[in-house]
Structures are given as structure tokens and as C-alpha cells.
T-cell receptor
């Protein structure tokens, strides 16, 4: 247990569906992240939120829409996805220090787009 | 942007043997993070290195950062089945702050009994 939970753990959706991934951290951290892990590719950063404000969007298509209502919760809203969006989506959190950025990861949501 | 190359991509080691995984950066590393991932699960933090020549150990795992801060190695002594998984190195653009990390593709480690 890392203190970061993600739901659901598995999700199957059609290309016309709308779904949301949820992430919650119980560590009192101020920063939260979404990463995408596809087969045979490095883990890719998608979004960064710091004190609820989005500080980084790594050229992610608009069919992925993040939401961070507070420092403990992070959502990823999905709509009209493509089969190539099938991947493991990982959420992470960290406490912002001057010279240290250990990120704590959740177990991930395995997404399959049909 | 920073790129991290990991080698080898996969490794099969007999239980009890030692092994080394390498991570090479295209730029100077401000902070190098080693994580372990069980297949299909989240990442578990192992160690973080910042200073050139730094070395850290935890149980049977030792990580080093070279003096030029562009290469890191992870060494496992007397490997056990519990060491199996994917080892990932990650780096930030700066030492700290709320930066996303750039990761290598990972090294798949299999331990043979």
C-alpha cells in the first residue's frame, strides 16, 4: 500500500462511451500526476497538478480531460477514446520539496477500448 | 527533452546470482529515481540519487550515480524470487518541485529457481 488508491482497477469501454478514472491520495501531498503506460513504450507523463492547479499538460489529446477538485483527489474523464488509448493509467502524488520529488504511485487502472 | 536508456531490456538470472541494470541519460541528471513494478501494477519507490558519485543501498539492492551524473546502475546481490519484476529509472527536469518524471522503458527481471 503506497497511500494512493485508484478506481476502477479495470475498465472496458467502447469508443462512444464516457467514463472517469478516480485517484485519491491519503498522504497529504500537494502534487498529483497522471501517467500512461503502453506496451513497449516508456511511462508517459500526461498531466501535473500542483495545489489543484494544472501545471503541465504533455500534449495530451482533448478526449482526456483531467479534473483536480482538491489536493487529495484527481480524476481523468474519458470520452470518444480510440483503441490505441488502451493502456495502464497510473496516478501518482508527491510533496513538493526544493530538491526532492519522490512520487508515490497508485496500482493503476487497466483500460481497454473496444 | 531528456531521454533515458535502460539496459538490458530483459534479464534472466538464476536465483542467488548477482546482476546489474544500467540507466543512461542524454542530459545531466538532477535526480535519478529507481522504481520497481510488478507486472500490471503500480510503481514502488526504491531509491533516489542526486550527487555525482553517490551510492545508496537497501537490503540487497545498491544504486550508484556516476561522477558526471549521466549514468546510474542498480546492482542486486544474491538475487531472490522476490526481486522479479520491472525496474524503471526515472528523472526530473530539475532536482525537485512538482515535476513529472521521464522514465526509461524498463528492465524485465526474471529470477530462475
Amino acid at each position: 500500500e503506497t497511500g494512493v488508491t485508484q478506481t476502477p482497477r479495470h475498465l472496458v469501454m467502447g469508443m462512444t462511451n464516457k467514463k472517469s478514472l478516480k485517484c485519491e491520495q491519503h498522504l497529504g501531498h500537494n502534487a498529483m500526476y497522471w501517467y500512461k503506460q503502453s506496451a513497449k513504450k516508456p511511462l508517459e507523463l500526461m498531466f501535473v497538478y500542483n495545489f489543484k492547479e494544472q501545471t503541465e499538460n504533455n500534449s495530451v489529446p482533448s478526449r482526456f480531460s483531467p479534473e483536480c477538485p482538491n489536493s487529495s483527489h484527481l480524476f481523468l474523464h474519458l470520452h470518444t477514446l480510440q483503441p490505441e488509448d488502451s493502456a495502464l493509467y497510473l496516478c501518482a502524488s508527491s510533496q513538493e520539496w526544493v530538491d526532492y520529488n519522490e512520487q508515490f504511485f497508485g496500482p493503476g487502472t487497466r483500460l481497454t477500448v473496444l | 527533452s531528456q531521454e533515458l536508456e535502460q539496459s538490458p531490456q530483459s534479464l534472466i538470472v538464476q536465483e542467488g546470482k548477482n546482476l546489474t541494470i544500467n540507466c543512461t541519460s542524454s542530459k545531466t541528471l538532477y535526480g535519478l529515481y529507481w522504481y520497481k513494478q510488478k507486472y500490471g501494477e503500480g510503481l514502488i519507490f526504491l531509491m533516489m540519487l542526486q550527487k555525482g558519485g553517490e551510492e545508496k543501498s537497501h537490503e540487497k539492492i545498491t544504486a550508484k550515480l556516476d561522477e558526471k551524473k549521466q549514468q546510474s546502475s542498480l546492482h542486486i546481490t544474491a538475487s531472490q524470487p522476490s526481486h522479479a519484476g520491472i525496474y524503471l529509472c526515472g528523472a526530473g527536469d530539475s532536482g525537485g518541485g512538482a515535476d513529472g518524471l521521464t522514465f526509461g522503458k524498463g528492465t524485465h527481471l526474471i529470477i530462475q529457481p
